[in-house]
């Protein structure tokens, strides 16, 4: 990519606005390090997070370029697991516990917001750790720069945290890499709602910490290039330590590793799924436990230690967790000297799991409220309300398409990096024709369906519809694979300028031009295989035609996605209605039908009351919509014309 195109890549943020203004930090002093450690290892992870917060956000308003108090990459790692680890969420055993989780959630998206990915140091703090990989039999792959990064919490750190949910208990350990925990949340996304109720909250901040290092890294490669045009060797080597590419795979040589991410991120509950992508914490889909009253009542009876009585606080927790209970047993402190740190392998329960919190706060169901909700596998034969699918919910949706556009930005500026456009396109569209048709459906509009939710550019998201669509019909032209931007929309014009604006193409703003002119014609044959998507490539190469089998299913998401290229030209680049796209329309419309029919040896027996051939009725009534829509709007602007 040449530095012209590169220099026009969006940095990451809106038009007209500066990149965010990060806070300089410096370390906590040693006594404020001590209280956060000792609370967190007393299990009092609320107070610990609640200091963290009040000292990271000291200062925010009144002295805003101050350097702020950073707090230690060990302690962000322990957040990051306590957002999600079974014991402070779905098995909660009290409601400070559950509160804890979604104070470490506030903290490390404060942490972001005000440090940005690199001053908060999260490439050292989200950094997984090699004995997991070796305990899970994974210990032949590594991340990019796993040499770079050490365990948070491991070796002489005086900031180390000796409790089983920082050591052996850490997501951190407990996950293979990066693409277990995502694949293992999005199976979660379909098959246990509660637990995605906090998965969805931890995946929704590691991509957007995800997204600001790259977008952070970028501009540092844009500013390098700007003052020497030929160090795109360096520019590259900036992107190259974003944290995204630290957790590549390098050892699963070359495809296998990138085939597995994009498994990962259409992880949808499956047995095969499910096997690749398995649970992160052992026994986390458990529920807690339902105490019977007589047992509750022992709470409040009265505690003598004369007679050696203590109600139930000397009664092992049914819900502890091996892992959890792994961490170290606490040290004696001296305040004449500095302790030194050594991870211990034993530790008493109650390090981990807060028993001192429990005394004092028994256990309720209102303080779980907020996380429950079924936890059954929804059967496979239930519709999908509310929105959800075989991919899970809206927000599951949302996130997956998150980080297909964000591999998709890494794979335009590194190819050689991670991996070609067309490679990863192609396994996009590997897992996204076999879709279940309404989750396709689903799935292939939402980034479409409104401007500002949708994290695909309109260039770069037409032209994996069209290798799509390419599959499906057997249509011999290849789209043009148009590299992605950052940005969340791309710029429209009005109707009346859009018929002004004659064959325009669907174009990235990064991808050069062969010409100056903005209104040339590029597709004047509408069949070289580099051409952008245009109204004559689409009423001559993709409307017409039909599946290349005369399966009903394939034929519907075949018009789908129709359906939503035709809006991605209205939205981004304009359409008119000629006679020609009414013909291609109605022409495809027929040749479907046709298909659907069957080839005349054998006759397709479709009824035309089943869910299939009414989607089918619909995508074809709201693609005739479109047009009569164009028609209506043209003799509006005509109107509009002569009374001016």
């Known amino acids: 990519m040449s530095s012209s195109q590169l220099s026009q890549l969006s940095d990451g943020t809106e038009k007209g606005q500066s990149p965010p203004a990060y806070r300089s930090v410096k370390d906590l002093p040693y006594e404020l390090r001590e209280h956060c450690v000792i609370y967190f290892e007393e299990g009092l992870y609320l107070q610990a997070l609640n200091l963290l917060i009040s000292l990271i956000t000291a200062g925010t308003s009144s002295s805003p370029n101050a350097p702020a108090f950073l707090p230690p990459p060990q302690h962000l790692a322990l957040a990051a697991t306590l957002v999600v680890h079974p014991t402070t969420t779905t098995r909660a055993p009290s409601g400070d516990h559950l509160q804890a989780s979604n104070a470490a959630l506030r903290l490390l998206r404060l942490t972001n917001r005000l440090f940005g990915p690199l001053n908060a140091n999260f490439a050292t703090a989200f950094a997984f750790s090699s004995p997991s990989r070796n305990r899970r039999g994974g210990g032949a792959r590594r991340n990019r720069g796993d040499e770079d990064l050490s365990p948070a919490g491991a070796g002489e750190d005086l900031d180390a945290v000796s409790t089983g949910l920082a050591t052996t208990g850490s997501l951190w350990v407990q996950a293979e890499d990066v693409w277990q925990a995502v694949g293992w949340a999005f199976n979660c996304s379909v098959l246990y709602p509660k637990r995605w109720a906090r998965w969805k909250l931890w995946l929704d901040f590691l991509i957007e910490v995800l997204e600001d290092d790259w977008a952070e890294r970028e501009r540092t490669s844009e500013s390098i290039l700007l003052e020497d045009e030929d160090a795109q060797q360096s520019a590259e080597e900036v992107l190259e330590e974003s944290l995204l590419v630290k957790y590549m795979p390098t050892s699963l040589s070359g495809y296998g590793g990138n085939r597995r991410i994009v498994r990962a991120i259409f992880a949808d509950g499956s047995p095969k799924a499910l096997n690749e992508f398995k649970e992160v914490f052992r026994n986390e889909t458990k529920e807690r436990a339902k105490k019977e009253p007589d047992v509750l009542t022992k709470r409040h009876e009265k505690v003598n230690i004369e007679e050696d009585f203590y109600a139930d606080y000397q009664d092992e927790d049914e819900d502890s967790d091996p892992a959890v209970e792994g961490g170290a047993k606490r040290r004696k402190r001296s305040s004449s000297r500095r302790p ?103 799935f292939i509009t939402a980034p479409s369906a409104r401007a500002e939710h949708a994290f695909f550019n309109a260039a770069a998201y037409s032209s994996i519809l069209q290798i799509l669509l390419r599959v499906l019909t057997g249509a011999s032209t290849s789209p043009d694979l148009l590299p992605p931007t950052t940005t969340t929309t791309t710029p429209t014009t009005t109707t009346t300028e859009n018929h002004k604006k004659k064959k325009r193409n669907l174009r990235n703003n990064s991808t050069p031009t062969s010409s100056t002119d903005p209104d040339h014609d590029h597709d004047q044959d509408h069949d070289t295989p580099t051409d952008e998507l245009t109204q004559p490539k689409l009423e001559r190469w993709y409307l017409p035609h039909a599946a290349t089998s005369s399966s009903l299913t394939n034929n519907v998401r075949v018009s789908l996605v129709l359906e939503t290229l035709m809006r991605l030209l209205l939205m981004h680049v304009g359409l008119t209605a000629t006679p020609a796209l009414e013909r291609a329309l109605e022409a495809g419309i027929r040749a479907r039908r046709e298909k659907i029919a069957g080839d005349g040896r054998r006759k397709t027996k479709v009824s035309s009351k089943g869910w299939e051939w009414r989607a089918l009725m619909g995508s074809e009534g709201r693609l005739r919509a479109m047009v009569g829509l164009l028609k209506e709007m043209e003799v509006g602007s005509e109107k509009e014309e002569k009374d001016g």
Do not use: C, I, Q, W
């Open 340 to 442: 030194s740190r050594h991870p211990s392998s034993k530790a008493a329960s109650d390090d981990s799991d807060g028993s001192n919190n429990r005394r004092n706060n028994p256990e309720s169901d209102d303080d779980m409220s907020d996380a429950d909700s079924t936890s059954s596998p929804l059967p496979a034969s239930d519709p999908t309300p509310n929105g959800s699918s075989e991919l899970g919910d809206a927000s599951a949706l949302l996130l997956r398409h998150r980080l297909m556009f964000l591999l998709s930005t890494v794979s335009a500026r590194l190819p050689n990096t991670f991996t070609n456009l067309e490679f990863l396109y192609d396994r996009y569209v590997e897992h996204m024709r076999v879709l279940p048709l309404t989750t396709f459906h689903l």
